[in-house]
Nanobody, 123 residues
C-alpha cells in the first residue's frame, strides 16, 4: 500500500528557514493530491498546504502569509514544505498526507498519512 515518510524536522532558532520533505512510494501516481498538516502541542491538527501530484494546482491556508511554500520535489514521488522566518508558534508535528482525488483541506478526507516529523522553534 501507499507509504509516506516525512523528514527534515528538528530544533531550530526563530528566524531560520527550514525545508520539510515527504516521500511517497512508487504506487503514488498523478491522480493523487498531497498535503501538509501540523499539530501543535495541545492543539487540533490543522491544514497547512496542498498540491496535486503533478504540481499544477496549489492550496494554502490563510495563516501561511507567504512564509510557507509547498512544491513538488525534484526527486520522483517527493514534495517539500519550505518555511521561512520560523517562529516559536511554528513548533508542531508536521504530517504528510495523500489521497486520490481533488485537493481538499479536510484531514478526514485524506487516506494515507506519514508518521510525522517534529519541528521545534526556540526564541
Amino acid at each position: 500500500q501507499v507509504r509516506l515518510v516525512e523528514s527534515g524536522g528538528g530544533s531550530m532558532q526563530a528566524g531560520d528557514s527550514l525545508r520539510l520533505f515527504c516521500r511517497a512510494n512508487e504506487r503514488v501516481d498523478n491522480t493523487f493530491a498531497m498535503a501538509w498538516f501540523r499539530q501543535a502541542p495541545g492543539k487540533e491538527r490543522e491544514f497547512v498546504a496542498a498540491v496535486n501530484w503533478d504540481g499544477g494546482r496549489l492550496d494554502v491556508a490563510e495563516f501561511v502569509k507567504g512564509r510557507f511554500t509547498i512544491s513538488r520535489g525534484n526527486v520522483k514521488n517527493t514534495m517539500y514544505l519550505q518555511i521561512s522566518s520560523l517562529r516559536p508558534e511554528d513548533t508542531a508535528d508536521y504530517y504528510c498526507a495523500a489521497r486520490t482525488g481533488p485537493l481538499t483541506r479536510r484531514a478526514d478526507e485524506y487516506v494515507y498519512w506519514g508518521q510525522g516529523t517534529h519541528l521545534m522553534v526556540s526564541s
